[in-house]
């Protein structure tokens, strides 16, 4: 009778025999029954990660971006060191860590053949080779995880995205993800209960996330998301709910009051538009003069960097660039720099935690001082490949004779490209490789795309 049980119930039922265990472990040690409930919950991820796969990737993309929210009052008490806890968000991480390890033992041959995995290699191994020098080895450990994660969301992606079908549910997903944190932010800016900070009075929302910048940042991905789903969309009715989606992005990006994802916006629709409605390109370009004109806050926003005051943010950045940069020259620490994360132990140590934030708000001078000029080399690698190979991809398709599918490969992979040569230029004035979700959602995307359109290796099916 047992050998008529389906092989996924059985192992189900392992992993849940598990999960009981783990639980009423948890309880016995004195942890709250939420806490136990949620770990034991999460050491089902396995299960489902080769039973229902899919799935999986649907949740962790669902998931995560309401982490960072929940992390400031929910969070984990080791049993091992006085005072040490782990956040909701760090715990998810470790457990999508673990999932990766699984995954790559599982399917390594058919993602260290793939272009962009070995680029993912160069900048695991550099990390890993700061290891050996860092001023703080568990800071390097945690981002070298965390960029782990990222390289699983792809390889993912990258696996399960098997045509334009699975792609859509892709999309339709990201999309998603943003209802928790888009109906939080209409919240915050109804109670008007947003961010606000000595230079800017006036409440941005931020959602779910830690900061309006990073869910910013997140809305411009899921509004490219979104951008791509029009391709595969026919019906009248469902555009015209996807135009409505859309158009809630972009009235909660606004409110975000974030100057950086406005430009980084602003740049890829104008090379959307550019690409495939030319002559609407004259109202792009007017309707933020528009807005400037008629919104004071945007004016402050704006007026902010133009004015090279001591409070201007921007007169901020400069000064820790500045002072960051020379002291990694000062210190001959030109070449390997100070090891992977560390940049803001390097910074409080010239300025100690007057400033509450030692955040660079530059991926530039952060690889330099991290990783020296090695460091930054390695950083301009693994940021231009993608951008070459979306390009070669949206190029390699003859003009003359396109089916409908290479018309909207061509259209999908100039969309990636300017999104991700927006996201490139982001990076001289704020964080975006460090920006755990927005990496996620832009590397599935790429991880899927890649999938669809582009003969995989003959490794990926052993």
Known sequence: MNKSIPFKFSLFMIFLAVSSVLFISLLILNYPVSQSSIVSLFSLLPFFLFAFPFITLGFLLIVRPSLDYLSD??????????????????????????????????????????????FFLLLLSWG?????????????????????????????SYYLIVNEKSFIKLLIIILVSCVIPVFTAWTQFVLGIGYTDDAFSVPRIYGTFA?????????????????LLFLFIRKP????????????????LFFTYSRAAWGTFFLFAILVIFYKYPKSLPFIIIFPLIVFFISSPVRDRVEDVLHFSQSSSLTWRINIWTDTISKTQEEGKILLGYGLNTFEEVAESLRGIRFVVNDPHSEFVRSFVEGGIIGLLVFLIFSLAPLIISWKQFHITSKE???????????????????????????????????????????????GALRVYVKPPSSLNE
């Not at 960029?147 to 993912?156: D, G, Q, Y």
């Not at 900061?211 to 951008?227: C, D, E, K, R, V």
């Open 237 to 252: 009715l469902y555009k015209m709910f996807l135009g409505s989606t859309l158009f809630i992005l972009l009235i909660t």
């Open 73 to 118: 009052t929910f969070y984990f008490f080791l049993p091992f060191g006085e005072g040490m806890t782990v956040t909701l968000a760090q715990g998810f991480g470790l457990g999508v860590v673990f999932l990766s390890l699984l995954f790559f033992l599982r399917f390594r041959k058919a993602f260290l053949s793939h272009t962009l995995s070995s």
């Open 128 to 156: 890993a080779f700061t290891l050996s020098y860092t001023i703080d080895t568990t800071q390097t450990m945690y981002e070298l995880f965390r960029l782990l994660s990222i390289f699983f969301v792809f390889s993912f």
């Open 401 to 447: 004779k396109l089916t409908s599918q290479d018309s909207r490969k061509k259209t999908v992979f100039f969309i990636l490209w300017a999104l991700l040569l927006s996201l490139f230029f982001l990076s001289f004035t704020d964080h975006v490789l460090r920006s755990t979700m927005v990496q996620w959602s832009l590397w599935a995307l790429l991880g």
């Open 211 to 227: 900061h309006p910048n990073i869910f910013a940042l997140y809305l411009t991905i899921a509004i490219a998301a979104g951008s």
